[in-house]
């Protein structure tokens, strides 16, 4: 009987699998593919897992897409109703643009890519821990090496996302993508953002405590292991005994379990103990337990991955080690894998917990989440996002009718450059803004230009001032605007088409106050772009930040420049921050005092700004400026943050910023060659610049480079003469490199000219084509 059943098997699946669903999903592929249709595929769970929920939540409240969730319930549900549900997913996956699952199976694994489709598995563990899928073919838990590549699992992958590059290796080799390794990034998991979000780390404890009143005042022990067993007939072990734990610990824990949710069968809690024990396991997310509990207890489950996010102990209750590792086996050993004691009794763990605070080495838990959880920063679930639909999805963002964000331009004779600024302007993705243009007395056809947007697009606006400075027209912008957000972009630079909706979508999953990013320097005469990794400097390790958390660096961060700055305009309105009317350095005042005085600042890794250099004249670049109007900018930010009672707790930060701006604006009229106005500016840093900014007489320990120390020394100290002379040398030095380097390069691109032009292909390419060449010329009057 038992032959005939195996053979049974054997033919349903290979009919099933081979035959039948691949040619009902061939049968569907005869429509077109919707290309606002995405689809989820859930296996087992009868609700979304937790990799999907922010995913989904993305997809289905900011964009207008078809999305579509189609259930399995693999190993739960039977007969008629499982076909059901697969058939039904195998019909809309199959005229699905995007497909999205997040375990293996060989229902999704058959399924041949449609051309122009794009599927991504967001799995759904982090780390690396037990094996699965074709790592399992030589254990008692995986299928056949021959079932695996008979039956795949993993179809055709645009994206994998893992938790850290250091676990790519293993879902390569378990989902066989050795041909396609690339298709697994380590962008981190969506399931992670959450443990770093403050308002869901309090909601959970407040969950779990509302769940299990018993937990208030007493601290928890989370029990939570894998599942035994095939997962078709999932158990729970039960090999922790409550009773011990109760007679040690229940006066100052509770201890809550939390199984499998594919687990059939669960061991059950004695009534004695129920004021002390809890089966959460269908009340409480493993997101909120991870974040409420003190210590974990668990075996093989990828959850301790999660929860090293947390830095706090762990036990390894590996009762059964070596039959599970001839069950299932392990990517690394296991002993020298887990970040916490490993145990195989109870006893062991009691006395681990009771000494826990000398035990604990909190050392190898940091250095395991840096391991294992390098990508999971709180923005995969962007991350993952842009990677797999890319800037396609922006087409379907859903506009909420009213301005969100506000984008104020200054300019002033930019009619060269207006055009290409505004049409970028005009051209995001992210549609709720409005563009207040403010010209600043232009001469030329600038303002002609900006009402040609004007007139036919009518979220752009002008406003006329006679010439003053940036600074003023920037405020002028600020008092109009009616957006949530802000942004100050310069008229002769442009901006990448995703840039407002980036900044938008992070300062609102981060409740920022300002979001800086990145930017490119753009060589308006050669057209060369440049992507600048200097303009970020002394960031902290926390996502989210403020002054509260580096006072000595935070007016160091990011330059003073505020088109790279996203800012949330009730934040600046509230803390009465303008930009100071001056011919230049206007932004100084305005940047540093937003960095000061903002609750919560976060940085976004992405080139969004393209900074134009080489032009002759803009409202931030007149010739005529002061050479004090960088001193004038920090005296008065200094003087506000006094005003404000927070210039103690910036001292530091403040000083090295304004030191270093000082030396480069002295530096600049070197390289000008401008005598009059280094003179005027050299004896103001040293006559009155370094009294005004209250350094201490020995600035040594507020200075963070020490021969940055040495020249201050000797500006505060020295002669005007040999400094001029030495800056002098310097400057000319610097020059004679960079022309050294661009002629090298020049040869060098000479060089690959001539044996392009040598080469036969080359010589075969003119020939061919000298016939077009030649009418072409004939046509438009030129050479050939």
């Given at each position: ?388 639909f890319g800037t396609e999805i922006s087409k379907y963002r859903k506009s909420s009718g009213k301005v969100e964000v506000s984008v104020v331009v200054p300019s002033y004779n930019t009619e060269e450059f207006i055009d290409t600024c505004l049409s970028s ?360």
């Amino acid at each position: 009987m038992k032959f005939f059943n195996k053979i049974y098997r054997v033919t349903f699946r290979f009919l099933t699998r081979k035959v039948i669903f691949k040619f009902y999903y061939w049968l569907c592929s005869r429509k077109p593919i919707k290309e606002d249709k995405v689809t989820f595929l859930e296996l087992r769970l009868p609700q979304l897992s937790n990799n999907y929920q922010l995913l989904h939540k993305e997809l289905t409240t900011k964009y207008d897409l078809d999305v579509n969730v189609h259930y399995i319930r693999q190993g739960f549900a039977r007969g008629t109703d499982k076909y059901k549900r697969i058939f039904a997913f195998l019909k809309d996956a199959a005229t699905s643009k995007y497909l999205i699952l997040n375990e293996g199976s060989d229902i999704s694994g058959g399924l041949k890519k449609r051309e122009g489709q794009h599927i991504m598995n967001t799995w759904h563990g982090c780390g690396a821990f037990k094996k699965f899928g074709r790592s399992t073919a030589d254990k008692i838990f995986g299928d056949t090496a021959k079932n695996a590549e008979r039956y795949p699992a993993h179809p055709e992958y645009d994206l994998v996302t893992v938790s850290s590059p250091e676990v790519a290796w293993a879902y390569v080799e378990a989902m066989g993508k050795e041909a396609n390794p690339d298709c697994i990034k380590p962008l981190g998991l969506s399931r992670t953002d959450v443990f770093y979000d403050p308002e869901f780390i309090a909601n959970a404890k407040e969950n779990v405590l509302k769940t299990v009143p018993a937990s208030k005042g007493k601290k928890i022990l989370l029990y939570a292991p894998t599942f035994r067993g095939r997962t078709k007939g999932a158990f729970s072990p039960s090999e922790l005994d409550i009773k011990k734990f109760y007679d040690n610990f229940h006066d100052d824990y509770v201890l809550l379990f939390k199984h499998h949710p594919i687990t059939h069968e669960r061991p059950q809690i004695p009534a004695e103990y129920s004021d002390f024990a809890f089966d959460v396991t269908d009340s409480l997310s493993i997101e909120d337990l991870i974040c409420a509990s003190d210590i974990c207890i668990s075996d093989y489950s990828s959850l301790i991955f999660e929860y090293s996010l947390f830095e706090k102990p762990m036990i390894f209750f590996a009762f059964d080690l070596d039959e599970y590792f001839d069950w299932r086996g392990f990517y690394y050993d296991y002993d020298e894998l887990t970040p916490g004691p490993v145990v195989s009794t109870n006893e062991e763990m009691i006395d681990y917990i009771k000494h826990v605070d000398e035990r604990f080495d909190k050392e190898k838990v940091h250095e395991f989440k840096k391991k294992f959880m390098a990508s999971c920063d709180g923005n995969a679930t962007y991350k993952v996002i842009r990677e797999f639909f890319g800037t396609e999805i922006s087409k379907y963002r859903k506009s909420s009718g009213k301005v969100e964000v506000s984008v104020v331009v200054p300019s002033y004779n930019t009619e060269e450059f207006i055009d290409t600024c505004l049409s970028s302007i005009a051209n995001q993705t992210f549609k709720d803004i409005e563009v207040i243009v403010v010209d600043d007395g232009s001469t030329d056809n600038t303002v002609k230009k900006i009402n040609k947007f004007v007139k036919k697009d009518n979220r752009f606006r002008l406003i006329e001032q006679e010439h003053s400075n940036a600074g003023e027209a920037r405020n002028k912008g600020l008092r109009e605007a009616k957006g949530k957000y802000i942004v100050f972009w310069d008229s002769d630079d442009f901006f990448e088409p995703q840039a407002i909706e980036d900044l938008y979508d992070r300062a609102e999953a981060k409740k920022a106050d300002i979001v800086i990013c990145r930017h490119c320097k753009y060589d308006t005469k050669s057209g060369m772009k440049m992507y600048v990794q200097s303009s970020i400097a002394f960031l902290p390790e926390e996502e989210v930040f403020s002054r509260h958390e580096i006072p000595e660096r935070i007016i160091n961060v990011t330059t003073n420049v505020p088109w790279n700055k996203f800012f949330r305009v009730d934040f600046v309105r509230e803390n009465g921050i303008e930009f100071q009317s001056i011919e230049k350095a206007n932004d100084a005042f305005f940047s540093m005092s937003c960095m000061a005085f903002a609750e919560r600042v976060c940085f976004l890794d992405e080139y969004l700004v393209n900074w134009r250099t080489g032009q002759s004249i803009s409202t931030t670049t007149d010739p005529k400026r002061s050479p004090l109007c960088v001193f004038k900018a920090f005296e008065k930010t200094k003087d506000f943050l006094v005003s404000r009672g927070i210039y103690d707790e910036v001292k530091r930060s403040f000083i090295n910023k304004a030191l270093g701006s000082y030396l480069y604006t002295v530096s600049t009229f070197v390289g000008q060659q401008n005598i009059n106005n280094f003179k005027t500016a050299f004896n103001y840093f040293k006559d009155e610049a370094f009294q005004k900014l209250e350094a201490p007489e020995d600035m040594k320990a507020c200075i963070y480079r020490e021969e940055k120390y040495e020249l201050y020394k000797s500006i505060k100290e020295g002669d005007m003469v040999p400094i001029f002379m030495k800056m002098l040398t310097d400057s000319q030095a610097r020059a004679e490199k960079i022309n050294s380097k661009l002629l090298t390069r020049k040869e060098n691109v000479d060089k690959k000219y001539d044996r392009m032009k040598n080469s036969f292909a080359y010589k075969v390419g003119m020939k061919v084509t000298w016939l077009p060449r030649t009418i072409n010329a004939k046509l438009h009057g030129t050479k050939e």
